[in-house]
């Protein structure tokens, strides 16, 4: 195992498991985001509201030595590690990139109505914008 903190201690057990359950939180939230056909307040914060409780439930939990004394100062220690900060995004990458790739496609050879109706809408917004109209 590789070194993952700046004092040249290596990672534990419970280091990996909440970076992974951190990024794990991160990338469950931003599918159900891009699963997502309307964003609306609600949805904006169930999504951003459980990232946020997550972190500060964590962040707590890590100045509670006396609850959980193998948690102590955790989370601050894994948000300073460079490995949490370019795994992080690579990781969440991997995972989402098929989802992602797979809705372009679907909306770009074959929409839904709703996909149709939402490009024309663009399309006029587009248009009224730059003064041309469009009959679409």
């Known amino acids: 195992m590789h070194t993952l903190w700046s004092s040249g201690h290596d990672a534990d057990l419970w280091s990996l498991g909440t970076m992974v359950y951190t990024v794990v939180v991160l990338t469950v939230n931003i599918r159900v ?79 839904n109505p709703v996909h149709v109706v939402q490009e024309r809408e663009r399309v006029q917004k587009i248009s009224l914008d730059s003064g041309f109209h469009s009959d679409l």
């Open 33 to 111: 985001g891009i699963m997502m056909s309307f964003w609306t307040l609600f949805s904006h914060i169930t999504i951003w509201g459980s990232i946020l409780v997550w972190f500060a439930f964590m962040l707590t939990l890590g100045t509670m030595n006396e609850v959980v004394p193998t948690l102590y100062g955790l989370m601050l220690q894994i948000l300073q590690s460079p490995a949490m900060w370019l795994g992080m995004p690579l990781i969440m990458a991997a995972a989402l990139l098929r989802d992602w790739a797979w809705r372009c496609a679907i909306r770009m050879f074959k929409p």
